[in-house]
């Protein structure tokens, strides 16, 4: 599995802007290659290992900033993320996309960060809907949560209120599914 660079960008300008104070210090813990990656100027165009150079730094993340709780570190970029690349171009588009429409368009976003990658919208609904996509590093829930905290911060930015995610037991065989719901 890989990651585009575009998606350390985002990862780099969380700990830049929430955890300034420690960044070189996050950079400083990051095994030779990541630290490669991170302590220069990110090729926004290159593909990277999930493993080896994403799935390292959000791990790093977890253990400098979250007391090692994966999940909330995962969730906390993620948010992020979402609010850094939703910027520009994209915010018209948060203002007049339906939440479908803007969940349909996070499936192609997520496959343009991400390959291999399969995603599946299902059981679309008024307020909800089922999102499934391939699991994204085989030993950790963390990059999934990456996606999750996107999603749900992508909704929000639409203006849907009362945004939430339920996993729930994936119809596809090597993938994660979430139900997100909104008021």
């Given at each position: 599995?890989e990651?585009?660079?575009?998606?350390?960008?985002?990862i780099?300008?969380?700990?830049?802007?929430?955890?300034?104070?420690?960044?070189?210090?996050?950079?400083?813990t990051?095994p030779?290659?990541?630290?490669?990656?991170?302590?220069?100027?990110?090729?926004?165009s290159?593909?990277?290992s999930?493993?080896?150079?994403?799935?390292?730094?959000?791990?790093?993340?977890?253990?400098?900033?979250?007391?090692?709780?994966q999940?909330?570190?995962?969730?906390?970029?993620?948010?992020?993320?979402?609010?850094?690349?939703?910027?520009?171009?994209?915010?018209?588009?948060?203002?007049?996309?339906?939440?479908?429409?803007l969940?349909?368009?996070?499936?192609?976003?997520?496959?343009?960060?991400?390959?291999?990658?399969?995603?599946?919208?299902?059981?679309?609904?008024?307020?909800?809907?089922?999102?499934?996509?391939?699991?994204?590093?085989?030993e950790?829930?963390?990059?999934?949560?990456?996606?999750?905290?996107?999603?749900?911060?992508?909704?929000?930015?639409?203006?849907?209120?009362?945004?939430?995610?339920?996993?729930?037991?994936?119809?596809?065989?090597?993938m994660?599914?979430i139900?997100?719901?909104?008021g």
């Amino acid at each position: 599995m890989e990651v585009k660079g575009t998606g350390l960008v985002s990862i780099r300008a969380y700990v830049k802007e929430r955890h300034a104070a420690q960044y070189q210090n996050w950079v400083n813990t990051l095994p030779n290659s990541s630290r490669a990656v991170f302590g220069d100027v990110i090729n926004t165009s290159g593909w990277f290992s999930i493993d080896q150079v994403y799935y390292t730094a959000l791990k790093n993340i977890a253990d400098l900033f979250y007391g090692g709780d994966q999940k909330l570190a995962a969730y906390q970029v993620g948010l992020f993320s979402a609010s850094y690349d939703l910027k520009g171009v994209y915010k018209v588009f948060l203002m007049i996309a339906t939440p479908q429409a803007l969940m349909k368009a996070s499936k192609r976003i997520i496959a343009m960060y991400y390959r291999p990658v399969d995603v599946i919208i299902d059981d679309v609904q008024k307020n909800s809907l089922v999102l499934s996509s391939t699991l994204l590093h085989p030993e950790s829930e963390m990059v999934d949560y990456v996606n999750i905290a996107w999603c749900v911060r992508a909704l929000e930015l639409a203006n849907c209120k009362s945004v939430s995610y339920e996993k729930i037991v994936p119809k596809y065989a090597n993938m994660f599914s979430i139900r997100l719901s909104w008021g």
